[in-house]
């Protein structure tokens, strides 16, 4: 898993770096000119996600989601605060707490409900992930590089298994990590960067790997700024 990440951390890292040392062209002008890209990826993103609510269906998950029901049973019925004393192995953010609590509220005792509501979370945030994929894949690697990294993302069985199976919140907090990539190497937004890496550390603190990717490869200490600074906010209000 560190392994992993790290390899992760220097995608990010590399994907940075090339896109700041001069692809010039803007990201609409290229996404304009890609409509079988598109068309693809709409069909990838539909077949993906279809593909993940039979999982749903058909199964309750992993013992991840009997934890995850645990945690909103007792952030219903104690102080939310209270649940880093209570339970010693609940280690995700405060944000989780809440929206633990909030599933439970809308599924009641329904436990397959609850699990249903947890991973379809993370199918929605496949589909976004699937779109950042293919726009920072044909614009740093060209359409039919683009669509060729999408089809691999969509397809993955890893991320079938992950978001319709398992009752994870990692796509989750990927999807948020995709988007900082985005914001960073397509828009230059390095605020809007820091806000969206904030969030991701709002649902899981393993993202904090891949902040010295963004340290590092950002073109300046003024842009350095930017991005700490959004990422200031969500950790702010979240913890």
């Not at 062209?25 to 890209?37: A, M, P």
């Not at 996600?49 to 989601?65: E, P």
Request: charged share 10%; glycine share 8%; hydrophobic share 60%.
């Amino acid at each position: 898993m560190t392994i992993g990440w790290l390899a992760f951390s220097a995608i990010v890292a590399a994907v940075v770096r090339l896109m700041n040392r001069g692809r010039k062209k803007r990201i609409s002008q290229v996404l304009q000119k890609n409509q079988t890209g598109k068309m693809l990826l709409i069909f990838l993103g539909i077949f993906s996600a279809l593909l993940k609510v039979s999982l749903i269906l058909q199964t309750l998950g992993t013992n991840d989601v009997l934890y995850w029901a645990q945690f909103s049973d007792f952030a219903r019925n104690n102080n939310i605060v209270s649940i880093y004393s209570d339970i010693w192995y609940f280690n995700h953010p405060p944000l989780m707490a809440v929206i633990m609590w909030f599933l439970g509220a809308v599924s009641g005792e329904n436990l397959w409900l609850f699990s249903a509501l947890l991973r379809m979370m993370s199918v929605f945030a496949d589909i976004g992930s699937l779109w950042l994929v293919w726009a920072l894949g044909s614009l740093l690697l060209g359409p039919a590089q683009g669509a060729l990294t999408a089809a691999l993302f969509a397809l993955s069985p890893v991320m079938l298994l992950v978001s319709g199976a398992h009752g994870n919140t990692d796509p989750i907090f990927m999807f948020f990590v995709f988007f900082a990539v985005y914001a960073v190497a397509a828009k230059r937004a390095y605020f809007l960067a820091g806000l969206a890496l904030g969030l991701a550390l709002n649902i899981k603190i393993v993202p904090l790997i891949v902040l010295p990717a963004f340290f590092f490869c950002l073109p300046s200490w003024r842009a350095r700024f930017r991005f700490a600074f959004g990422t200031s906010w969500p950790l702010a209000v979240g913890y």
